[in-house]
């Protein structure tokens, strides 16, 4: 594992405090989770690129088509 000193604003330090102390974790975990979940965000949003970029015209029609007709379930009704 690996040490890295972060400087941040005296603002930012009392939120993170104040959220990992009402969380019932530490500051580190708070942290380690917080760019865990920004790293899975950007490269889930590189992932979904990519495979836009390979993806066939009417592919999703084809696949929609074989989908059953029937009425939504409650709740799940198209707004008008």
Avoid at 56 to 78: H, I, Q, T, Y
């Amino acid at each position: 594992m690996s040490a890295l000193n972060l400087r941040l604003p005296d603002s930012i330090h009392r939120h993170i405090r104040a959220i990992a102390k009402q969380d019932g974790v530490s500051i580190n975990l708070f942290i380690t989770s917080a760019v865990s979940e920004k790293i899975s965000a950007l490269t889930t949003e590189d992932y979904i690129a990519n495979r836009a970029k390979n993806a066939r015209p009417g592919a999703f029609m084809k696949v929609l088509k074989r989908v059953s007709s029937r009425p939504p379930l409650p709740g799940d009704e198209r707004a008008h």
